[in-house]
């Protein structure tokens, strides 16, 4: 049986914290800048994690 792939999008996009949850960035942050406030923009820069309902997919992504 061959072996399972894990998505290149996901592993380039998700790293698991060291208690087990998964990191992620947030959207909205690479163009069009001009029309957001600052105080949007800033936040955006901080990490987030992903949330419980979508954790069981990612982790299927990752084959982890």
Do not use: C, Y
């Given at each position: 049986m061959p072996?399972?792939?894990t998505v290149s999008s996901a592993k380039?996009?998700?790293?698991f914290?060291?208690?087990g949850k998964i990191k992620r960035k947030h959207?909205?942050?690479s163009?069009?800048?001009t029309k957001?406030?600052?105080k949007q923009k800033r936040n955006l820069t901080q990490s987030?994690?992903?949330?419980?309902?979508d954790e069981a997919a990612v982790r299927d992504?990752?084959?982890k």
């Amino acid at each position: 049986m061959p072996k399972q792939k894990t998505v290149s999008s996901a592993k380039k996009r998700f790293k698991f914290t060291g208690s087990g949850k998964i990191k992620r960035k947030h959207a909205f942050k690479s163009h069009i800048l001009t029309k957001k406030e600052t105080k949007q923009k800033r936040n955006l820069t901080q990490s987030g994690l992903v949330s419980t309902a979508d954790e069981a997919a990612v982790r299927d992504m990752l084959n982890k």
